[in-house]
T-cell receptor, first 115, second 113 residues
Framework: GAGVSQSPSNKVTEKGKDVELRCDPI?????LYWYRQSLGQGLEFLIY????????KSGLPSDRFSAERTGGSVSTLTIQRTQQEDSAVYLC?????????????FGPGTRLLVL | GENVEQHPSTLSVQEGDSAVIKCTYS??????FPWYKQELGKRPQLIID?????GEKKDQRIAVTLNKTAKHFSLHITETQPEDSAVYFC????????????FGSGTRLSIRP
């Protein structure tokens, strides 16, 4: 079956512009996560959607970052007024919920370059 | 806040030897500990996980051990092969739900031929 997909795969933008990154989770997965991975670095948690609960936004680095998940499926991460330090790979993951079903499946990522 | 520390950041071993990566966590309620492997330019993929009700789990050449009292867990790879070269991330759940996990900073493992 289809895995997690993300689009675009690469995005080059100019400093100050807004960007939208899309994530399509595995069908039926009720949990969705966004992470940021700078070159050669670890996975930085950004935001987490769990079913119908309010999202956990504790990892968002500034108010320029926001995310939505519409209809419990597709999610969009928006970065407003991009800065050069926003350049990174943005990874999305999805999972089922409940004991024994926590495995997160990652998408291929969106590589963002802010010039 | 909750965090996961991972050591070493880089590790080079001779092909056929064993590799060990260690992590510590801070949240005493953590009960789910996955390990992910990320090959160059690819997405992270789960290789093994362990829950707090067991102390060790093995899957062929890979094993994970957990010491809840000390709040540390380790990944052991035996008989290393060139395809084991990758970045490995440990992670720990935050709280008891296991739905949110925090990743360690990663270990870059290189296998010398």
């Amino acid at each position: 079956g289809a895995g997690v997909s993300q689009s675009p795969s690469n995005k080059v933008t100019e400093k100050g512009k807004d960007v939208e990154l899309r994530c399509d989770p595995i069908s039926g997965h009720t949990a969705l996560y966004w992470y940021r991975q700078s070159l050669g670095q670890g996975l930085e948690f950004l935001i987490y959607f769990q079913g119908n609960s309010a999202p956990d936004k504790s990892g968002l680095p500034s108010d320029r970052f926001s995310a939505e998940r519409t209809g419990g499926s597709v999610s969009t991460l928006t970065i407003q007024r991009t800065q050069q330090e926003d350049s990174a790979v943005y990874l999305c993951a999805s999972s089922l919920m409940g004991r024994g079903m926590e495995t997160q499946y990652f998408g291929p990522g969106t590589r963002l370059l802010v010039l | 806040g909750e965090n996961v520390e991972q050591h070493p950041s880089t590790l080079s071993v001779q092909e056929g030897d064993s590799a060990v990566i260690k992590c510590t966590y801070s949240d005493s309620a953590s009960n789910y500990f996955p390990w992910y492997k990320q090959e160059l330019g690819k997405r992270p993929q789960l290789i093994i996980d362990i829950r707090s009700n067991v102390g060790e789990k093995k899957d062929q050449r890979i094993a994970v051990t957990l010491n809840k009292t000390a709040k540390h867990f380790s990944l052991h790879i035996t008989e290393t092969q060139p395809e084991d070269s990758a970045v490995y991330f440990c992670a720990a759940s935050i709280g008891s739900s296991a739905s949110k996990i925090i990743f360690g900073s990663g270990t870059r493992l290189s296998i010398r031929p």
